[in-house]
């Protein structure tokens, strides 16, 4: 059999969607200035799908420093892995002030976040060691495990019972293999935009012995009274002892950080696979990073302006009777009572009747009968936007609890 006979015969749970979907659901193309308002298909809709949090996106600071950076030093420098060839000055300097601003000894440079998570992990435990792990969590934590050749076992989402139960089961196992245990968690779920339950968590660090890592890549620059992270919003940045960032979010940029005590930063500057054997941060990226946090720590406006946006967004769906589950973050879902079939046509009229172009998930990222449509608040929505959502939404609720979403004839259909 030719190996490549799956691309035809099954081309993967997404990609068996491709002729129905891309360039509409999957693959759309959003055109203008990163803003509330872009264009997808010709006109302009309001945006509710992008993780630029803070709105740095398109801020002029940070498109100057971006462009300064590419004109100064173009994107090919430093050239090589950080080890061999691909060190620089601002490298350093930009880890240094990453660590001061999320409390830690040190931090190290991450060329994606995905890549960093996978390489963390995969450095961290050896096969004595155990994971346990949120049965929520994103797909680089997922495949960071599959680097694992020790155990681990998963706990049902923020379910401590069971997390203690699993902890049990992993102590008796590294007491026979003399390794160690590692939990990792979200900050904020990206997904639902509930918290992990970091304080509970660490409670449970005076039963047993663990190391508790958290991926806070929508944490970072969002939660805490810095804008530090989600363990700054529980005061419990002591008690995390690794803390991952991306700079794929608040940061708008791309790549990513490692945070811990010293020694951690240092074995991990060894032995993350992905940062020795790839080429290090183009220069753009770094120097665009430092000014960037510098708006962070310097603008606090960013964060209230974020944070006036998810309140008045939340709110008000809530009080015009929408359930947006347990959100303790901007991630602000909406559950709809549904399958693929109404969320593709409530997908469709909220784009083409409302100008609304917002993210939808259904069955089996989700439990079955349920949708849920993603809106991600952001610095440079207002409260227009968020007053024309909200009655937007529960115009869309009466339709669908008026079955008007059976119509076919608006549907763009997925098999
Ligand atoms: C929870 C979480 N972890 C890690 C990542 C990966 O980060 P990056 O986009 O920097 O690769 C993402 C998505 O971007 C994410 O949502």
């Not at 420093?65 to 061999?84: F, I, L, N, S, V």
């Not at 699993?166 to 026979?176: D, F, G, P």
């Not at 469709?348 to 809106?375: H, Q, T, W």
Request: proline content about 4%; some cysteine; glycine content about 10%.
């Amino acid at each position: 059999m030719d190996v490549f006979n799956k691309c035809v015969v099954n081309p993967g749970p997404l990609g068996k969607y491709a002729k129905q979907t891309e360039g509409y659901f999957m693959f759309p193309k959003l055109e203008g200035e990163l803003s509330n308002y872009m264009m997808f298909e010709g006109k302009k809709r309001l945006v509710w799908s992008l993780n630029n949090y803070l709105g740095l996106g398109n801020h002029p600071e940070v498109r100057k420093a971006d462009a300064d950076a590419a004109a100064e030093w173009g994107m090919a420098y430093p050239m090589g892995a950080r080890m061999m060839s691909g060190q620089t000055k601002y490298h350093e300097q930009l880890e240094k002030e990453l660590a001061d601003f999320v409390g830690r000894e040190a931090a190290y440079l991450l060329n994606y976040g995905y890549q960093g998570m996978v390489s963390i992990i995969n450095a961290m435990v050896d096969r004595k060691d155990v994971i346990v792990y949120d049965s929520e969590a994103h797909a680089c934590i997922i495949d960071g495990m599959r680097l694992h050749f020790g155990k681990r076992f998963v706990y049902p989402h923020n379910n401590m019972e069971n997390l203690e139960r699993e902890l049990e089961r992993a102590t008796k196992i590294v007491n026979k293999t003399g390794g160690g245990i590692l939990v990792i968690t979200e900050g904020v779920y990206g997904m639902s935009g509930d918290l992990g339950k970091l304080d509970e968590i660490v409670k449970l660090k005076k039963k047993f012995n663990f190391r508790l890592f958290i991926d806070d890549a929508h944490g970072f620059g969002t939660m805490g009274p810095t804008g530090a992270g989600t363990d700054e919003h529980f005061g419990l940045q002591n008690e995390v002892d690794l803390y991952f960032g991306t700079f794929a979010k608040s940061m708008a940029g791309i790549g990513g950080f490692v945070a811990a005590k010293k020694e951690i930063v240092k074995y991990l500057q060894y032995n993350m696979r992905s940062q020795i054997f790839a080429k290090s941060l183009p220069m753009p990226m770094v120097i665009g990073a430092l000014k960037r946090l510098e708006l962070l720590r310097s603008q606090p406006e960013h964060k209230d302006k974020l944070w006036s946006i998810v309140t008045a967004l939340q709110k008000g769906l809530v009080d015009a009777g929408l359930n947006i589950g347990n959100t303790n973050s901007p991630v602000t879902p909406v559950f709809l009572n549904g399958g693929v079939p109404e969320a593709t046509q409530i997908t469709y009229d909220l784009r083409e009747n409302y100008n609304i172009f917002c993210s939808i998930v259904a069955y089996p990222v989700i439990p079955k009968g349920l949708i849920m449509l993603r809106l991600i608040p952001t610095a440079i929505h207002t409260l227009e936007d968020v007053d024309y959502t909200v009655k937007t939404f529960a115009e869309v609720k009466r339709k669908l609890e008026n079955n008007e979403y059976i119509d076919e004839i608006k549907v763009i259909t997925i098999e």
